[in-house]
């Protein structure tokens, strides 16, 4: 553990004024931080560094950060800068740290520090050596409920501390939707050191080093990239003070993150989700006042963090004070402590010192040993053959990897079409649309140049892909400008036919009656939602090209369903949980859902069907259930506790309208609930295919039993 910096230190430089620190990267946990080193005393944020430099200028903006850099090098030779936070990808943390400690920076690194236990000490020699404070943000430890036990240890309300179990249950969205892309997945054993270490951290504060691990592992599921995921992991760690057992579940509908310790003379259970922490102890009473006693000094608790929880959402959003999240004041705990270093006013706590860095690391090699789960990546994917020129009839599908895009693939490939692909992440593509058969550019469905060379020579285009961007003020304008840059390209390819996808979101379904595919979008657009605005401004960019030449298809499916896909589909109503549903209105009319398989047999049939061109078609199947009995069919189907709640439109705009004045007084952004979007959402309108069953041969599943077993078991047609 580094000492107090002395009076010659870099920490003794920046003690008579502000810290001045900048981040390098500026992805997710990069806002995070920014909102939580506003309650840092004596930091002021100068700078942000990210290679993705419109990501970096669109946060630095939101924070009123002045300066951005698009490398390290320029953030360095810059300077201005006291210290740094490490928010790169982990692969990087060794190398950005190293180079910011020879700058002569302080450096706090999100864990993991590095990437292996014996990469540390290099990093924490270097450090020592320029006197400079070198940090991991191992915010966990700083978890109030954890402080809170802590507090009852050393007050001695536990004895002995003998053993410690961990929970840690919990969704992970990647599996779910196969964005195998992000750093977890990189290895079997890259998930210890994305969500393990948080736990590890916590018995490594508690119990002190490892000294052996036994690991029991689940199932195991292979990923697209090669990684056999090990979804759960039950480990027990014998440790310096203690034994520890470790439960870890990923991919799980339930979030769940808990931590009984166990003493000689009490224990505590705390939720770490809710931020509670509650202690039972041996009293001198009967038996059944004893636990009488306990279970109302808990219950007083619970009731405490209920109040403390409410009341301070309030007064965190009116900035009155800091949030009451239990993983915000984790992260504030840690970044204070790094900063109080920095400035030479306190050492920095073990816990996130390298020492606990290098402990933590070595639980995830122990684990990933006892398990025999490999640190190795797979093996890279060979390069994907050059495009060559367009075969004759060749299909270009933008968005071919996607829940829809993926069918219209299979269905084309097995007509015998050539396909030829627009991606961003080719090492994620199956083998099967590697080996040259199928065409593929790297690069984003929205990139004109791309654009430009995948349609040369193709005969048609079938657009699927949705850009969005990740401002949603700016959704509509993104999804317009990426869609006007395909047509444009296919305008000037020459292609034989342009199929988009749009969506119903597009319409007004707010009015009794039906409407078939020839029905224009709403003509009120400004009264909807960002998405609908999008695939409206979308449609039009497209009508505009279709007056110049470009021979269009729209076609607009409504609630796409099936069994590899969201089974908590928005169409059915706002779900407020992920299993509680509050419907668009009473959840009585009924719905048009479409099977994702039905779906992509019309779209692949609008690319070639003679009467199509020039028109556009709503695609919405023949088994048309209330948002009550589809519910119901997930709760009978799934086995699990699905609730939908029934809620008149006016009622759930006048609780939005509520959310939005609440927000608007607290000058936090908000789009604002038109009431009309509500409306369209009922399905009040019902649509008639009949066009496209006529022109697009659509024959959608009539069978309701067959329906319900292709949503929710998979079975083939």
Excluded at 202 to 224: D, E, H
Excluded at 342 to 357: I, M, N, T
Excluded at 678 to 703: H, I, N, V
Aim: proline share 5%; charged share 20%; net charge positive.
């Amino acid at each position: 553990m580094p000492s107090t910096p002395s009076s010659n230190s870099p920490a003794a430089i920046v003690a008579g004024r502000q810290t001045r620190t900048a981040l390098v990267g500026s992805g997710f946990i990069a806002d995070v931080h920014l909102q939580v080193l506003r309650s840092v005393p004596n930091v002021q944020v100068v700078a942000l560094c990210d290679p993705m430099l419109a990501r970096a200028e669109r946060l630095a903006k939101k924070h009123g950060i002045a300066k951005v850099f698009g490398s390290l090098d320029e953030l360095l030779a810059a300077g201005g800068v006291d210290a740094v936070h490490v928010l790169v990808p982990p692969t990087l943390h060794a190398d950005v740290a190293g180079q910011c400690l020879a700058a002569g920076l302080h450096v706090l690194v999100e864990k993991p520090l590095v990437l292996r236990a014996s990469e540390v000490e290099p990093l924490q020699a270097q450090a020592a050596a320029a006197g400079l404070v070198l940090a991991v943000n191992h915010n966990q430890t700083f978890h109030p409920a954890l402080r809170r036990l802590v507090g009852h240890l050393a007050a001695g309300r536990l004895g002995r501390l003998e053993h410690v179990a961990l929970q840690h249950h919990v969704p992970l969205r990647q599996l779910q939707s196969g964005d195998v892309g992000h750093f977890m997945f990189g290895s079997e054993a890259n998930i210890l050191t994305e969500q393990g270490v948080h736990l590890f951290s916590m018995v490594f504060a508690l119990l002190g080093a490892c000294r052996s691990v036994q690991a029991i592992t689940g199932a195991r599921r292979l990923l697209p990239n090669g990684v056999s995921f090990v979804t759960e992991w039950l480990l027990h760690l014998q440790c310096e003070r203690g034994t520890a057992s470790v439960r870890m579940a990923f991919g799980k509908p339930w979030l769940e993150t808990t931590l009984q310790a166990i003493g000689s003379d009490g224990g505590a259970l705390l939720d770490l989700q809710r931020g509670s922490c509650w202690l039972r102890r041996k009293t001198r009473w009967l038996e059944f006042l004893d636990t009488s006693k306990n279970l109302a000094c808990g219950a007083m608790h619970l009731a405490g963090r209920a109040v403390g929880s409410v009341a301070g959402y309030a007064l965190g959003l009116f900035k009155l004070a800091f949030p009451d999240d239990p993983f915000l004041r984790g992260m504030r705990g840690s970044l204070r402590a790094f900063h109080a270093a920095v400035r030479g006013g306190a050492q920095l706590p073990d816990s996130v010192s390298p020492a606990a860095a290098h402990a933590v690391l070595d639980m995830c090699e122990r684990s990933a040993q006892a398990a025999n789960a490999s640190v190795v990546p797979p093996p890279t994917p060979t390069p994907l053959p050059t495009p060559g020129v367009a075969r004759a009839g060749e299909v270009v599908v933008l968005g071919g990897t996607g829940f829809l895009g993926r069918r219209c693939v299979q269905r084309l490939r097995a007509a015998g079409d050539h396909v030829t692909l627009v991606v961003r992440k080719p090492d994620l593509l199956p083998a099967e649309l590697r080996d040259g058969s199928v065409r593929v550019f790297v690069g984003d469905a929205a990139d004109a140049r791309v654009l430009a060379a995948a349609f040369v020579g193709a005969a048609t285009v079938l657009h699927l892909a949705t850009a969005a961007g990740d401002d949603p003020a700016t959704v509509p304008l993104v999804m317009a400008a990426a869609v006007r840059a395909a047509g444009e390209a296919a305008l000037a390819a020459k292609v034989q036919r342009f199929v988009y996808t749009s969506s119903t979101a597009a319409l007004w379904l707010g009015a009794a009656g039906s409407m078939d595919g020839s029905a224009g979008t709403d003509p009120v657009p400004s009264a909807r939602s960002a998405y609908a605005r999008g695939k409206i401004a979308a449609e039009n960019e497209l009508l505009g090209l279709r007056a110049l030449g470009l021979p269009l298809v729209i076609v607009r499916p409504a609630i796409v369903v099936g069994h590899d896909g969201i089974a908590e589909h928005s169409g059915v109503g706002l779900w407020v949980r992920d299993n509680h549903c509050v419907g668009w209105g009473h959840g009585r009319l009924p719905l048009p859902f479409v099977l994702a398989d039905d779906c992509a047999d019309a779209l692949v049939a609008a690319l070639r069907a003679p009467a199509a061109l020039g028109k556009s078609y709503n695609l919405a199947g023949d088994v048309r259930l209330s948002a009550r009995e589809y519910v119901e069919a997930m709760a009978t189907r799934t086995g699990r506790d699905y609730h939908f709640h029934a809620t008149p439109l006016w009622w759930m705009w006048l609780q939005e309208y509520g959310k939005y004045l609440v927000k608007a007084m607290a000058r936090r952004s908000r789009e604002w609930p038109a009431f009309r979007d509500f409306a369209s959402r009922a399905f009040r309108t019902q649509l008639d295919c009949s066009d496209a069953k006529r022109d697009l041969q659509f024959a959608p599943e009539r069978d309701r039993a067959r329906f319900l077993a292709q949503v929710f078991d998979g079975t083939p047609r």
